[in-house]
Nanobody, 117 residues
Framework: QVQLVESGGGLVQPGGSLSLSCAASESISGYYVMGWYRQAPGKQRDMVAT???????NYASAVKGRATISKDNAKNTVYLQMNSLKPEDTAVYYCKARRVRNGLEYWGQGTLVTVSS
């Protein structure tokens, strides 16, 4: 099964930017729909952005215009960049891979992003 490792979280000031990476242990090109999800304390895990095997992005309304998801198939890595961060963006951010062939889902361990002054 694919293993996912996120990196890039930390403390960010309001109005700042973040850049997260998710490295997969195997090729993601054409095989997986990749996505970023987040879970704030006491809340459910929500989709932030996904990118299809054909590189079509999809964004949650809460981040549309502030987030960009991309992937580098050669590096088996998915990225999330977000600008104009708000305190409500504070959450643990998770990377997910959904296998196109059978729908199986795999999650990373998560990386904490805290937006605070």
């Amino acid at each position: 099964q694919v293993q996912l490792v996120e990196s890039g979280g930390g403390l960010v000031q309001p109005g700042g930017s973040l850049s997260l990476s998710c490295a997969a242990s195997e090729s993601i090109s054409g095989y997986y729909v990749m996505g970023w999800y987040r879970q704030a304390p006491g809340k459910q895990r929500d989709m932030v952005a996904t990118i299809s095997s054909g590189n079509r992005p999809n964004y949650a309304s809460a981040v549309k215009g502030r987030a960009t998801i991309s992937k580098d198939n050669a590096k088996n890595t998915v990225y999330l960049q977000m600008n104009s961060l708000k305190p409500e963006d504070t959450a643990v951010y998770y990377c997910k891979a959904r296998r196109v062939r059978n729908g199986l889902e795999y999650w990373g361990q998560g990386t904490l992003v805290t937006v605070s002054s």
